[in-house]
Nanobody
Framework: QVQLVESGGGLVQAGGSLRLSCAVS????????LGWYRQVPGKQREWVAI???????NYADSVKGRFTISRDNAKNTVYLQMNSLKPEDTAVYYC?????????WGQGTQVTVSS
């Protein structure tokens, strides 16, 4: 069974940093593309970043230059380093992957950025 478990969220002041982690089990981690998404109550979940199995990365314009996605295939973990955080980054952050076309999500981790 595929499981994703996020951690690392919390409360931080604007301009601060956090690093989110997502531990993955139940699938061949190294061949999967992995993504981070975020959601604010009452709004649709939005894509934040992706890292492919080959290490290619891409980011939403709103986080480009501030966030960095990375992966450790030995630890079956994907990370999201978030710097220069802004109040508008406040959201629940989710990691995501797809297996055979079926998407899997973690439970999410709350990030709150105070002004």
């Amino acid at each position: 069974q595929v499981q994703l478990v996020e951690s690392g969220g919390g409360l931080v002041q604007a301009g601060g940093s956090l690093r989110l982690s997502c531990a993955v089990s139940g699938t061949i981690f190294r061949i999967r593309n992995l993504g981070w998404y975020r959601q604010v109550p009452g709004k649709q979940r939005e894509w934040v970043a992706i890292i492919t199995s080959g290490g290619y990365t891409n980011y939403a314009d709103s986080v480009k230059g501030r966030f960095t996605i990375s992966r450790d295939n030995a630890k079956n973990t994907v990370y999201l380093q978030m710097n220069s955080l802004k109040p508008e980054d406040t959201a629940v952050y989710y990691c995501n992957l797809a297996v055979g076309g079926t998407p899997y999500w973690g439970q999410g981790t709350q990030v709150t950025v105070s002004s």
